[in-house]
């Protein structure tokens, strides 16, 4: 992969990092259910953690095959949090079309910094691709036409300079 790909890798990422940040503001009902999921601060479960005053033997006299009710109580929790997500509100096609929105919105700027080529730009590269064939076309006929037009006119004048030649030849020799 080269270096320029990567780049635009990293870029498209960003962007629809960016993309999602503001579809999840934009989306109240999915914001404030990710709000209750995610705590704000470390602070969130310091309780929990302060509140177990157990020494590092206490798990000693636990029995092995006895579910821990902490974590138990946990993954419960996680669990419902989880399922009080409504996935109903996640549309991906509205999702997509706020994607195509933007980058529609930004296309001309992306091909304008990233120096790419549209399909106008291909076109217009083909058509005077064909247009300067077509004059290189004519421009070898047209040479090829005076090479024969020089040679005949090279013979020409060679057919005269002889023939001055055998007129000064019979003056001298008379």
């Known amino acids: 992969m080269d270096a320029m790909e990567v780049v635009a890798v990293l870029i498209l990422i960003a962007a629809i990092v960016v993309l999602v940040y503001y579809y999840l503001l934009n989306s109240p009902a999915t914001m404030d259910k990710l709000k209750n999921i995610v705590p704000t601060s470390a602070d969130a479960h310091m309780n929990e953690v302060l509140k177990s005053n157990s020494s590092d033997y206490d798990d000693l006299s636990k029995e092995e095959g006895a579910p821990e009710k902490e974590s138990e109580s946990m993954g419960k929790r996680i669990k419902v ?9 996640i549309n991906t096609d509205a999702f997509s079309n706020k994607i195509d929105a933007f980058l529609d919105a930004k296309s001309d700027q992306l091909i304008k910094d990233w120096s ?15 247009e300067t064939t077509t004059n290189v076309d004519n421009l070898e006929k047209e ?9 005949e006119f090279q013979q020409a004048t060679q057919e005269k300079l002889d023939d001055l030649d055998k007129r000064i030849e019979s003056l001298e020799n008379k």
Do not use: N, P, V, Y
């Open 81 to 89: 949090k989880l399922s009080d997500i409504d996935m109903s509100g």
């Open 116 to 130: 790419l080529a549209t399909t106008e730009d291909i076109d217009d590269l083909h058509s005077k691709f064909s």
């Open 143 to 151: 040479f090829i036409e005076f090479k024969k037009s020089s040679e």
